[in-house]
């Protein structure tokens, strides 16, 4: 029988049975359109995150400390691009085309990580952002590797790679605040404060807030709950945390013995839907930002289609 000939039931059953078999679903293949559309969302929110997070951060560039954090600050920075362009890439094979996401998210109608909303008044956020944020996302991006969706499980696998440098630049800037002077100590524990929430926002509500988990995980487009996610970062940087002398800035945090788990306090959830859907404290600037480079590049990007045109006209 045909692809044609089956029924719709049919090839669910026989797609989910390849999903739980381990094998990769690949652009070719046939797949329900509700996990085109769930993959395209994910997708296009991680590329706008990677494009988005470059600023926070990048502003830092001509005031880092000296030539080698300015070096190292400047190779994140271009990674950061080169894994929104992955995921574009990613999201294009599943039918949405690069300029249409990136139209949505210059007019302010796509979401990307809550994270990159916030302020970096300090040098001591560089270190933190690489050190609190992007372990946070390397324990979600580790497990995305493990995605059902082919292109999108490469990608990140080689994000992972290039992830895992930027915590090392991170902490590295982190531990130099905090074996530094009383100012620069308390500098970097304010970091750590204002970071703390909006990182573990960064992995999505709970499950009973979410309309997307259950399908995503039974289609193994995640293989980790948020939940899950949330509380192998808090095991891991609790304890790193404390070791450089620095304060947890959550009084009930303790680590309970009958779970063998840190325990936490909730994020303020309606702070992260505030802030994803545009009202956080630089949504603005950061879309300003963004949308003024896309008009500077716009005479690379239209030099570069007249040059296609003229070769299509030569050939």
Not at 127 to 153: C, E, F, H, K, R
Not at 196 to 222: A, C, D, F, N, Q
Not at 230 to 256: N, T, Y
Request: charged fraction near 30%.
């Amino acid at each position: 029988m045909s692809t044609q000939e089956k029924s719709k039931e049919q090839k669910l059953a026989e797609f989910e049975a390849r999903i739980n078999r381990g094998e990769k679903v690949e652009p070719g293949d046939w797949m329900p359109e509700e996990y085109r559309k769930t993959l395209i969302r994910m997708i296009g929110q991680h590329a706008h995150s990677e494009i988005v997070g470059q600023l926070p951060e990048g502003k830092w560039i001509p005031y880092a400390p000296g030539f080698r954090r300015k070096l190292t600050l400047v190779a994140k920075v271009q990674d950061e691009a080169g894994h929104g362009q992955l995921l574009y890439r990613a999201a294009e094979t599943l039918g949405k085309p690069r300029e249409e996401m990136l139209e949505e998210l210059l007019a302010g109608k796509a979401k990307y990580a809550n994270v990159f909303n916030y302020p970096t008044p300090t040098w001591a956020d560089v270190g933190v952002i690489g050190w609190l944020v992007d372990t946070a996302a390397v324990i979600n991006q580790t497990m995305l590797a493990q995605t059902s969706y082919g292109p999108y499980a490469r990608a990140m696998k080689r994000i992972c790679y290039e992830e895992s440098f930027h915590i090392k630049q991170g902490y590295d800037a982190a531990v130099a605040l905090a074996k530094g002077t009383p100012e620069q100590r308390a500098m970097v524990q304010d970091s750590v404060n204002r970071w703390w929430y909006p990182t573990l926002m960064m992995s999505g509500p709970p499950e009973s807030m979410s309309v997307h988990t259950s399908l995503s995980m039974r289609w193994k487009i995640k293989t980790k709950s948020n939940e899950q996610v949330r509380q192998e970062f808090v095991d891991l940087i609790v304890p790193q945390i404390r070791a450089l002398g620095l304060d947890v800035p959550d009084k009930d945090c303790h680590f309970d013995k009958s779970t063998d788990h840190w325990h936490y306090t909730q994020p303020d959830w309606e702070e992260l839907k505030r802030v994803v859907n545009g009202d956080g404290p630089m949504n603005k600037e950061r879309l300003a930002v963004r949308r003024k480079a896309h008009e500077d590049g716009r005479w690379v990007r239209e030099a570069l289609a007249a040059k296609g045109r003229a070769k299509a006209v030569a050939a």
